[in-house]
Nanobody
């Protein structure tokens, strides 16, 4: 069992940056690949970024590649999402998710544990 709590969302202007953080309550955080997903007003859930259990491999959706960066600290049980050059279309609820695996996949059905989500709103 793993519990995830996101933080760091908010209302920002386009072109600015925001950093999301996800804290995990689990004994062996390094056993889990982590992902960030987002869900917009149309209820479309989209993979944003993922990171392997070791932190050595990162994965990004094409829509955020070069702007968003995922990182993890296995000693602190946290995974962060640095979001730069934000656009209005990045507006969504962002969710942290975990899967008991070494590789982070882009399919949300592979993730068993989810946080409650944090709202990110980007104004133009």
């Amino acid at each position: 069992q793993i519990q995830l709590v996101e933080s760091g969302g908010g209302l920002v202007q386009a072109g600015t940056s925001l950093r999301l953080s996800c804290a995990a309550s689990v004994d062996t955080f390094s056993n889990y690949a982590m992902g960030w997903f987002r869900q917009n007003l149309a209820n479309e859930r989209e993979f944003v970024a993922g990171i392997s259990w070791s932190g050595r491999t990162e994965y990004y959706a094409d829509s955020v590649k070069g702007r968003f960066f995922i990182s993890r600290d296995n000693a602190k049980n946290t995974v962060d999402l640095q979001m730069n050059s934000l656009k209005p279309e990045d507006t969504a609820v962002y969710y942290c998710a975990a899967q008991y695996a070494d590789i982070a996949t882009p399919d949300f059905s592979d993730y068993e544990w989810w946080g409650q989500g944090t709202q990110v709103t980007v104004s133009s």
